[in-house]
């Protein structure tokens, strides 16, 4: 279902008030050399130039410390106050890109696996996704060879796609994009006859992620494991910029005879995060944490939700202390010949 | 071949080192940490100003413990690392090779800790200017006005622990952060959190931060909690005429004297 029209460069202005009569709007702001995704009241907040933020916009569904509930000794009985959902405000994502709104097909479905997680799930419905097509890109980004795209509609409601013109391309993509459309229908407009796809970056595609799970599912014993993640320094800023990673801990603080229990993003490089009681971990390198972190994006996802955990936003490259680029390793191993199983082949 | 690149080959070819720890071109015009072990791969070696990762925080790492005499490429920040940690009994000096460069790019191979500690000892340890700056800007808030400039740029901490992983004198195998038993530090990244990880974390490193830079470095938010530490070696400066780390001198936070012009102790 998607319906295309044109969306005057003036008209980008009308459609924010619009929105932001009724809903909150988080959009990227830069600040010093980091830009990320906060709550706006104008359009002017909003930063222009940007290929990627530093921040994912999955903060703002799957909170960095997000207050499961609250709870009270009383009377030799506990009392659990659980957050009133009601609360949870309409929101807007604008402006993330493509690879992010994808993401958020991944983070739907780690929280709605076994057990549908009830805050998530209330914020994701309460939110619309306007996302803009990306007409640059740099080097860190490989959203073709991950299953998106520059211009790629999936997770979004609306994409707008900046024409030369100046005036943009919006695609319709769901029924809260018509929403959001019904609510302002004077400057949706007939489109133009200008392509889409001549006003998207090119991203040149460097690996297939079909190949590259089949390649991944003989690499349990590789060498690249060690050598590449020799200078990883074990730290979750990868994981924490992440669009897709889910990953989480939870804390209870308590203060006298009532406390919160708290979800707080974790990561899979840290140490700590399989370390047993007893003190034994079972992955007691940092290239076993490596690996698990690959794997689980591109071999062990796949095959339980039937999509990658990596949409190719190359943030964790950007964001890396040392210089890890993911785009980089992923090509190493669809070429490596060192795990044991490859040489047998 | 330059002069560091022909001794890292040499001292792989003649077996002298196992391992050369160094720097090479990465992505995106960045420069990124190596391992060598062939003598081949040393031309590819660089050293120039965006070598700002600290390579020392590999040295007390298992996975390259483990691999025998390591040789290192290091800026005056690495070899002043180097110096402290072995005076904190991280490093064995029969397992390291330093090939120094100076500030002035002049190529110094050191054999042993003692001429790494004569030369790191010949040096002083200054605050650029624009940190300096920003620190008495600082200084002369108010209170109210100091405590809202941290909540700003604290709150923003999602804790990644970057700070602490690029750093080689947060060495620690469990910090502080990981005890639960009590759990001293809250682990969310909420504004109080974070106070109690950046404070804690300065405090450890009084007296024994080298100035790098690499905690902020690595910081993929770009938070300045670098001038906590900048602050202390300025107050140290003050209170003791400065310090640099030294297999010889005293560690000012954790050396008694008993003719200590402060008395309470005794």
Same mark, same amino acid.
């Given at each position: 279902m998607i319906e295309s029209y044109l969306l005057q460069s003036s008209s980008l202005t009308k459609l924010f008030n619009k929105l932001i009569e009724t809903r909150h709007i988080y959009a990227p702001v830069k600040k010093g050399m980091v830009t990320s995704f906060n709550r706006v009241e104008s359009l002017e907040e909003v930063a222009k130039d940007y290929?990627?933020?530093?921040?994912?916009a999955k903060s703002i569904l799957f909170l960095r410390n997000e207050i499961l509930f609250h709870y009270k000794q009383e009377n030799g009985d506990v009392k659990i106050m659980e957050p009133d959902l009601q609360r949870i405000p309409e929101l807007v994502i604008w402006g993330c890109r493509p690879c992010d709104?994808?993401? $958020?097909?991944?983070?739907?479905?780690? $929280?709605?696996?076994d057990y549908k997680d009830i805050i998530y799930s209330s914020r994701e419905a309460r939110s619309a996704i306007i996302s803009f097509s990306c007409n640059q890109a740099d080097e860190y980004c490989f959203c073709t060879s991950a299953g998106s795209g520059p211009g790629h509609t999936e997770g979004s409601d609306i994409l707008l796609t900046k024409l030369k013109s100046g005036d943009y391309l919006a695609e319709i993509l769901t029924e809260k994009g018509q929403l959001i459309r019904d609510m302002i229908p004077a400057i949706f407009e007939t489109p133009s006859s200008e392509s889409k796809e001549d006003n998207l970056a090119r991203i040149p595609i460097v690996f297939d992620t079909a190949g590259l799970k089949q390649k991944l599912e003989q690499a349990w014993n590789s060498?690249?494991?060690?050598?590449?993640?020799?200078?990883?320094?074990?730290?979750?800023?990868?994981? $924490?910029v992440c669009p897709s990673c889910s990953c989480f801990d939870i804390q209870d603080e308590k203060h006298g005879k009532e406390g919160v229990r708290s979800r707080c993003w974790d990561s899979c490089g840290f140490s700590l995060f399989t370390r047993h009681t007893s003190g034994h971990n079972p992955r007691e390198t940092q290239a076993e944490r490596w690996r698990q972190r690959i794997m689980h994006k591109f071999s062990y996802l796949p095959d339980q939700q039937g999509f990658t955990g990596c949409t190719g936003c190359g943030r964790c490259s950007r964001a890396c202390p040392a210089d890890m680029n993911i785009r980089e390793h992923l090509a190493a191993l669809i070429n490596d010949s060192t795990s044991p199983e490859n040489r047998v082949a | 071949m330059n002069e560091y690149q022909t001794i890292a080959a040499g001292l792989l070819s003649s077996g002298t080192a196992a391992m050369v720890i160094g720097y090479s071109e990465g992505s995106a015009k960045r420069v990124r940490p190596v391992f060598f072990t062939r003598p081949?791969?040393?031309?590819?070696?660089v050293f120039d100003s965006r070598c700002v990762q600290n390579i020392a925080v590999y040295l007390t790492k298992k996975e390259i413990r483990t691999e025998g005499k390591i040789a290192i490429i290091a800026s005056l920040p690495v070899m002043r690392s180097i110096i402290q940690l072995a005076s904190e009994h991280q490093l064995s000096e029969e397992k390291i090779i330093v090939i120094g460069i100076t500030p002035s790019g002049e190529v110094k191979q050191f054999n042993g800790?003692?001429?790494?500690?004569?030369? +790191?000892?010949?040096?002083?340890?200054?605050?650029e200017a624009r940190y300096r700056e920003k620190i008495e800007q600082v200084e002369k808030m108010t209170l109210t006005e100091r405590w809202n400039f941290w909540k700003n740029e604290l709150s923003a901490c999602f804790k990644c622990y970057a700070c602490r992983a690029a750093c080689p004198?947060?060495?620690?195998?469990?910090?502080? +952060?990981?005890?639960?038993? =009590?759990?001293?530090? =809250? +682990? =969310?990244?909420?504004?109080?959190g974070n106070f109690e990880w950046h404070i804690m974390r300065a405090m450890h490193l009084a007296g024994r931060c080298v100035d790098c830079n690499a905690c902020a470095e690595a910081c993929p938010l770009g938070i300045p909690f670098n001038l906590l530490t900048k602050q202390m070696i300025l107050q140290f400066k003050k209170d003791f005429g400065g310090y640099n780390p030294s297999l010889k001198g005293l560690n000012i936070l954790s050396s008694y004297l008993p003719d200590d012009k402060e008395n309470f102790i005794q």
């Open positions: 290929i990627q933020t530093t921040i994912s709104a994808k993401s $958020f097909k991944s983070l739907h479905s780690v $929280f709605n696996w060498e690249l494991w060690i050598t590449q993640s020799m200078r990883c320094l074990g730290c979750g800023a990868c994981a $924490f | 081949e791969e040393a031309s590819t070696l800790f003692d001429a790494l500690d004569a030369y +790191v000892s010949s040096t002083t340890i200054e605050i004198m947060c060495y620690c195998t469990r910090c502080t +952060v990981e005890m639960n038993q =009590p759990q001293w530090i =809250p +682990v =969310p990244s909420h504004t109080l």
